[in-house]
């Protein structure tokens, strides 16, 4: 019996303690969740409830429950749609560029050859530019008459322009400029993968008689594909919700050409004044972007 009841203070103690310390921990979470409440989710949800209502900068104290009414109107906006699909044509081509380039980057990157290390740091200058700073430069590189690419041009007596003005050079100087911007840091990121990777696996590999080819295919990407996952993730939502490169490089023109999802909102909530239509089109924005991480992570658990 003593026996009995010594091991029963025992489970007790330590259950109290159990208690004790998953209620600390509780504690120390609580300020983080709180703010993260604060910034994300209220905002979030907020959002949401205003894109079943018709609301106006210019009356923000009358708000209209209207369903889904702004739904359907978006679904036969062709405004919209062009948005879309520019939206979703600038992210893959974007992201696939800088995924295939930051790789080959990556290769060159992690060899050990005199000046790499330079060369390093140098190829990050991109990504470290402030945005603003990077669209001066683009917009300066294509001004005619003394802008360098127009220059060029000229040298072969080919016709010059304002590339931002020109609805057929426009977007694919938007996704240059994602592309140019992106690459140094998916080459960062693969290449850190890439050292971590085990030398034993490329001489086992080398042992079987595999070439540079195969071990690169059956070593080296299987191994960095989980970051390589997190990286193409994290730039899907960043590119498919940048605003800053469009809007201060085209504001979306010419002609419609290159915009996207995230200047149509702006537009549509602080020029058009139409609120709740913006917020509708930011709860379409906040499911597809929720679908692909959901889809895409799945995938990649299921190689």
Do not use: C
């Not at 490329?202 to 299987?222: H, I, N």
């Not at 800053?244 to 020029?271: C, H, M, N, R, W």
Request: net charge neutral.
């Amino acid at each position: 019996m003593a026996t009995s009841s010594g091991t029963g203070s025992r489970y007790a103690a330590e259950f109290k303690s159990f208690v004790k310390e998953t209620w600390l921990g509780y504690a120390f979470m609580l300020p983080a969740s709180v703010l993260l409440g604060l910034i994300v989710i209220y905002p979030t949800l907020r959002g949401v409830h205003i894109s079943f209502f018709e609301m106006s900068l210019l009356q923000p104290g009358q708000e209209t429950f209207v369903a889904f009414q702004n739904f359907a109107a978006m679904a036969s906006d062709p405004k919209f749609w062009n948005a879309f699909g520019n939206s979703i044509l600038l992210t893959g081509v974007a992201v696939a560029l800088q995924y295939l380039l930051g790789l080959g980057l990556a290769l060159a990157l992690k060899e050990k050859v005199p000046g790499v290390a330079l060369f390093r740091s140098a190829s990050m200058i991109t990504w470290v530019l402030p945005v603003v700073v990077m669209v001066i430069i683009f917009r300066f590189m294509v001004q005619p008459g003394y802008g360098f690419l127009n220059i060029v041009l000229g040298w072969f007596n080919l016709p010059t322009s304002y590339w931002f003005g020109d609805p057929t050079t426009a977007f694919p100087l938007v996704v240059t400029m994602h592309v140019w911007r992106n690459v140094p840091f998916f080459a960062i990121a693969l290449m850190a993968a890439m050292q971590s990777i085990p030398e034993s696996l490329y001489e086992a590999a080398e042992m079987d008689g595999a070439g540079s080819l195969a071990k690169f295919r059956y070593v080296t990407l299987p191994q960095i594909s989980y970051v390589s996952m997190i990286m193409i993730v994290l730039h899907v939502i960043y590119t498919f919700n940048n605003f800053d490169i469009v809007f201060l490089s085209t504001g979306g023109g010419p002609l419609g050409s290159t915009e996207v999802l995230a200047t149509y909102v702006y537009k549509q909530a602080f020029q058009s004044y139409a609120l709740g239509y913006a917020a509708s089109v930011g709860v379409v924005m906040l499911v597809l972007l929720l679908a692909f991480t959901v889809v895409y992570v799945k995938l990649e658990d299921t190689e």
